[in-house]
């Protein structure tokens, strides 16, 4: 029995490498396989002993399932043209839920899994950005096969101060803000400095070359907390406000480099989108109260064609599961983050969930990542947290 809990840690292991290089499942195909070894495996472990199960995790997979199902339905009984595709994906994606079950009982440390393959992304997209830069030929090699063929990835140009540099955005880079955030908590509470050290730079440089103003955001975000912490830890209250204005000043020059272009075009597209949005609900009221259905289509000026979703993910909510059931299906997404807090159980072990999880929700608000496998992902790694003791029981990574 033993081996094949060791078969399932593996397997789990292996899964969030899929979902953290693999998102679309275009390149390995092994999603479904994966997810459906691990159940399988933990069903014939279980079959003489008892489920361990923490009764928030089996409340959030009925509400979230019992939600999509009837945003399904309500797409149906409404006869709108509904893009069953996604609303299939959906669905998939919150399937990945019952993962949690499994890293409950067996006591599986998802943050430390998530954490550990992380580094996968900055290993490619670091050196995607130098082969940009010194070999052309062999970039657009690359460029072919993660923008056109895989679909995993994007390069953009981004003008700073006038020159223009390359941005390498991974799909999944957004869940960068965990291990960040983990490597700046090790930076001043742990003991090896010098690899959390790289590890930062790392990450946040990661997040640097991605271009998209959320990632870059936030990334500094979490820097300024973590160093507003170190600055407190020395008890130097006048260095730290000093410092603290220095580095916003900092930021806020940084930002007014971007190219105004861009950041008018981004943000035509996004206003575009919600103007759709009111006037799709002002057109039917109804909306707001059950929804227009999950995968309805709807005609956006953002990007002037009829489309399912957006950039602007909790707006997509609302529409569709309507404004009760939206706000029913966040607050499943941020319990964690409410219970924590509350209940008073932040410790050393999951502290620096904290400013991550608050980042990456931040990110997700433009970004149509929260309701995927890998958003799914962070949601395991956020219930699995909780009632966590300290750190001393953690595995080193």
């Known amino acids: 029995m033993l081996i094949l809990k060791r078969i399932i840690t593996i397997l789990f292991s292996f899964f969030v490498v899929v979902l953290i290089v693999d998102p679309a499942d275009k390149i390995f195909h092994l999603k479904i396989p994966l997810f459906l070894s691990i159940m399988f495996c933990w069903i014939l472990y279980k079959v003489k002993t008892k489920i361990k199960y923490k009764i928030d995790s089996i409340r959030i997979i009925i509400a979230l399932i019992t939600i999509t199902l009837f945003g399904i339905l309500t797409a ?17 994606s919150i399937c ?35 082969v940009s830069i010194y070999n052309p030929i062999v970039f657009s090699v690359i460029y072919d096969y993660v923008v056109i063929d895989k679909q995993v990835g994007l390069f953009a140009e981004r003008n700073f101060y006038g020159y223009n540099l390359l941005s390498v955005y991974y799909k999944t880079s957004p869940i960068l803000v965990f291990p960040l955030s983990f490597f700046c908590d090790k930076l001043i509470y742990g003991k090896n400095k010098f690899a959390s050290l790289f590890l930062v ?16 955001v936030s990334a500094t975000i979490i820097l300024l ?9 020395k008890k130097n209250a006048l260095y730290s406000i000093f410092a603290i204005a220095s580095f916003f000043f900092l930021f806020i020059t940084f930002l007014l480099s971007l190219s105004f272009g861009e950041k008018e075009a981004s943000s035509e597209i996004k206003a575009g989108h919600f103007n759709s949005f009111l006037d799709n609900t002002a057109s039917n009221p109804q909306y707001l109260i059950w ?27 609302v529409r569709f599961f309507g404004f009760p059931l939206a706000i029913l299906f966040m607050i499943c997404i941020v319990y964690p983050l409410i ?52 750190s001393k029981s953690r595995t080193a990574l």
């Open 339 to 390: 219970y924590l807090i509350i209940n008073k159980k932040i410790t050393d072990r999951n502290r620096y969930c904290i400013i991550a999880f608050l980042t990456y929700l931040f990110i997700s608000g433009t970004n149509p990542l929260l309701i995927s496998s890998t958003g799914m992902l962070i949601i395991v790694v956020m219930y699995s947290l909780l009632d966590e003791k300290s």
């Open 291 to 317: 929804g227009q259905g999950l995968g309805s289509k709807y005609y956006s000026q953002g990007v002037g064609e009829f489309t399912t979703q957006t950039e602007l993910t909790y707006f997509d909510l």
């Open 225 to 233: 907390y973590y160093f507003y912490l170190y600055l407190n830890k």
């Open 96 to 130: 990945i839920l019952f993962v949690l079950i499994v890293v409950i009982d067996l006591g599986l440390e998802a943050d430390v899994t998530l954490n550990k393959y992380s580094i996968l992304i900055p290993g490619l997209t670091i050196p995607f950005y130098f």
């Open 201 to 216: 730079i790392t990450f946040f440089s990661s997040l640097i070359i991605s271009g998209t103003r959320a990632n870059i």
């Open 76 to 92: 149906f009984f409404q006869n709108n043209d509904v893009d069953y595709s996604f609303s299939i994906g959906f669905l998939k």
